[in-house]
């Protein structure tokens, strides 16, 4: 740690909430500034408490670290273009008559357990502000939707009897989808 009890609290204070690097990086600039304050003079302690002034309450520093959170930003893209998509495979599956599809009602049905998790991981990891832990739900979340467009392209490409015009908006949405968030899952599962 940086070396005064006060600066060693803080950072505590912060590990507890905030993943290890990015402990490790605000360790770093905390001790230069408390370097920089004793070489000015300041006794330890008075150092200390001005470094620590400086950087802000842990709460505070909680709070812009969740707001820029990958997994957050993540969480609201997707959570944004959530309607287009649904624009896109509503008529889709109307108009395919999905409801004749040889799926089992089993299957169907998890189907939609699991968007409805995965919609609740992107909304629980969206919508945090003080708590970095729950941005973190984004990586299942947007795991799950992966595998969510994947298994709904292979329902269309296997069962669907005929494709539907819908589908041409569709199935490239879904594709684009699959590569866009496959790209975020480096940023989001690293901790």
Known sequence: MAGHTL?????AALA???PAR?????????????ARHLARGFDPTAAARAAIAEFGHPDQIITAFTRQAPGRRTALALLATGPGFAACWGPSL???HA???PIPTPVALAFG?????????????????????????????????????????????????TLVW?????????????????????RLLAR
């Not at 990015?22 to 408390?34: C, I, K, N, R, S």
């Not at 502000?129 to 392209?153: C, E, F, K, N, W």
């Not at 819908?166 to 480096?186: E, V, W, Y």
Request: aromatic residues 6%.
């Open 113 to 161: 357990l699991a968007l409805l998790a995965v919609v609740a991981a992107l909304v629980t990891a969206a919508t945090s502000r003080h708590s970095y832990s729950r941005t973190q739900l984004a990586a299942p979340g947007a795991i799950g939707l992966v595998l969510l467009d994947t298994a709904v392209l292979a329902a269309v490409l296997l069962a669907a009897p």
């Open 16 to 18: 507890r909430r905030l």
């Open 7 to 11: 600066i060693d609290a803080h950072l």
């Open 22 to 34: 990015a402990v490790d990086e605000l360790a770093d600039g905390l001790t230069e500034t408390y």
């Open 166 to 186: 819908p589908m041409a908006l569709a199935i490239p949405a879904s594709l684009a989808r699959i590569g866009l968030t496959a790209r975020t899952f480096p």
């Open 94 to 96: 109307i108009l395919g």
């Open 99 to 101: 409801w004749t599809w």
